[in-house]
């Protein structure tokens, strides 16, 4: 090998060096403005999947999706369309990313009253092919008035993406420059998925207008019901209550004017009718109460239980002369809530005790407090076996027979709605001739408490 050889040996290998180096610099440097690229790629989609997730309201996803792709592609127009599910066509969503200072006054004009059909225009081309679509130069061949008034604004490159949700197109991301853009696949694939993070805020919207549909419609069957019901009350209260009247006059009548015509059979069967008119009349009050109490509206206020239980007693003893009772409230006793509901509830808890406790002599019958706001009615009367527990609040089921204690069982059912409205709870705890215990409390309540002394009811 001569000395010639070997220099032009030894350049080539520095030429080829020199290339290698140069090569895996670009490669470097591509490398770095990828990573670049993608890292404001993921940035961008970032920024959209949490305003997606935090948005109020369409217009809002619609800003920030386009106010990010613009600036991620440095385009200065982004546009939205939404599709009109009445007949398909494009409308213009009125929401804008622009450049400040830009003079787009004639395009936005011509966007925001046109309407397109699918197939017609960028957002028709995209709803038609079902798909995102690059235009290097929009201007060309312009026919319609936008393509004119794009040319007139200077805006030429453009590229559009599909909002989707579940398959459906529901509106179009559209962007415009001010140059003549070459195609871009990648970008176009980062901003459809742009359109599937806005079209999350598109379903959740659907999904809250069909829940206000579905509360509207429950709202207004719920009217209906209590239309319904309201007649039914009025029915209740007036129709039926009539002939009870009559059947009642009618036997007293009977008793008075011939009581000496009839046998002792016929005026016991008078009674009994009579007996049986009075009891259907019991049981259409304490249907009708069950009723109002569930409807009426509550009027919360400070309630002076041991007042009112006291009042109550005294009441009931006086429809009861006959039947001593040892009645004994705690001093103190003080809740918030509807005074007339609670006045219902207290009523029926008590009658309930003294009806129960008609065998004592006396009867011992307390109301109390306990810690978290429990009030506490108690008596030593019948008391009733816990296998039958469920059925204690249960309308028309009664755990004792009717001739020995007489009654609609509504009362404890009537207790149990007034405390559910309040928000609370009820529950019972009984044995066997050795009295009941009647436990209620409401919602968020601290019952104040004092000191227990016995109060007569007389």
């Known amino acids: 090998m001569t000395g010639e050889e070997s220099v032009e040996g030894l350049e080539r290998r520095l030429q080829a060096e020199r290339e290698a180096r140069l090569e895996a610099e670009r ?3 591509r490398a770095a403005r990828d990573g670049y690229q993608r890292e404001r790629e993921l940035a961008m989609l970032e920024i959209v999947a949490s305003a997606a997730n935090r948005a109020s309201s369409v217009q809002d996803a619609l800003q920030v999706a386009l106010d990010s792709v613009c600036e991620h592609v440095d385009w200065p127009v982004g546009h939205a369309f939404l599709v009109d599910r009445r007949d398909s066509s ?9 450049r400040a200072g830009d003079d787009l006054a004639g395009f936005k004009q011509v966007s925001e009253t046109i309407r397109l059909e699918p ?5 028709g081309h995209v709803v038609a092919q079902e798909a995102g679509i690059w235009l290097a130069d929009a201007t060309i061949d312009a026919r319609s008035a936008r393509q004119v008034a794009a040319a007139n604004a200077g805006l030429y490159g453009a590229f559009a993406a599909p909002i989707v949700v579940n398959e459906e197109i529901l509106g179009v991301l559209e962007f415009f420059s001010r140059q003549r853009e070459e195609p871009d696949e990648h970008t176009l694939d980062v901003v459809t998925v742009v359109g599937l993070q806005v079209g999350r805020v598109f379903e959740r919207q659907q999904m809250r207008e069909r829940l206000e549909r579905e509360v509207e419609r429950g709202t207004a069957d719920l009217d209906a019901a209590n239309s319904e019901l309201d007649a039914f009350c009025y029915s209740v209260s007036h129709d039926l209550r009539t002939p009870l009247r009559s ?3 009618s036997i007293r009548a009977l008793l008075e004017g011939y009581r000496e015509a009839l046998d002792q059979d016929a005026r016991d069967y008078l009674d009994g009718i009579g007996a049986a008119s009075q009891r259907m009349r019991q049981l259409i009050d304490d249907v009708l109460t069950l009723l109002q109490v569930s409807r009426v509206d509550l009027e919360h206020e400070h309630v002076d239980l041991s007042t009112l239980a006291r009042q109550i007693g005294r009441d009931i003893a006086e429809v009861h002369p006959d039947h001593a009772v040892e009645f004994e409230v705690e001093d103190g006793l003080a809740v918030e809530g509807d005074a007339r509901l609670l006045t219902v509830l207290l009523s029926n808890l008590l009658e309930n005790s003294w009806k129960f406790s008609a065998g004592r002599a006396p009867a011992h019958v307390q109301v109390a407090g306990e810690r978290g706001g429990v009030v506490v009615v108690r008596d030593d009367g019948a008391g009733f076996d816990m296998e039958h527990a469920e059925n204690l609040f249960r309308a028309f089921q009664r755990l004792h027979p009717v001739d020995a204690y007489p009654g609609t069982g509504l009362g ?4 149990q709605r007034i405390v559910h409205r309040h928000g609370g709870q009820i529950w019972g705890e009984g044995e066997v001739d050795r009295g009941a215990t ?14 227990s002394r016995p109060s007569q009811p007389r």
């Not at 197939?119 to 957002?123: A, E, K, R, W």
């Not at 404890?412 to 207790?415: D, F, I, R, S, V």
């Open 27 to 29: 490669t470097a440097e």
């Open 438 to 451: 009647l436990r209620f409390s409401l919602s968020h309540e601290r019952l104040a408490q004092g000191t």
């Open 90 to 98: 494009l409308r213009s969503a009125r929401v804008w990313s622009l």
């Open 247 to 249: 059947i009642d006059s």
């Open 119 to 123: 197939g017609l225009g960028i957002p």
């Open 412 to 415: 404890l059912a009537t207790a």
